[in-house]
């Protein structure tokens, strides 16, 4: 799997930030840069005088279940969103079941940035949650360190497809159920269950536009990942 981590150009004492950093390249490191600590495979990113990580990670799910949502209340930047008006040539297509309110959806990626302490930089795409995206899915995909998977209780079986295709990538991913106001409530064990997921997999429940709870989700991803990635020594 490609890193999710970059690094700019040797050479340069004061470089500048590419305003747009690819977090799925893998330049060669600085070989007297000091790793961060949660640098796992990757390298640090020098800016400004201090190293940064840079992680790419998806934020992956179902239709309607909240993706764009979840970056928007994230985001420290002013996130990029596809979202397009949808149609009536969409109505057998798109499942609308249990999101008979949306009227939109998104074509190609949503992105988001957050920075979390010691300098970890997450890079969030929101990916479109269409069978017929695939393909367009798999590209983001690449150079992802991970996955947040939204589920929404009212149609959890919507999720499995989006759950094979992470696993299949192999990514190591967690699950954030988004709870809407009309969703129904059960336990996390319930959950688990239905979902198959594994004994290590996290599972948090979440409101997608509450920041705190949505960071919550993000961290326990994080987290999950950093204790999966074999970390670098000196």
Known sequence: MDSALSSPPEGDPDPEPDPDPDPGSDPDPDPGRTPHPHAGHGVAYLRGGRDQTLVKLLVAGPFGVGKTT???SLS????LHTEEIMTRRSAGVDDLSGVREKSTTTV???FGRLTLPEDLVLY????PGQRRFRQLWQDIAR???GALVLADTRRLSDSFEVMDMIEEAGLRYAVAVNTFPDSPVHHPSTLRDHLDLLPDTPLVLCDARDRDQATDALIAL??????LTPQETA
């Open 76 to 79: 420290e930047t002013e996130p």
């Open 124 to 127: 969030m795409f929101g990916t």
């Open 108 to 110: 190609a990626i949503d």
């Open 222 to 227: 994080v987290g999950h990942v950093i204790a």
């Open 143 to 145: 150079g992802a360190l």
């Open 70 to 72: 979840f970056i928007r």
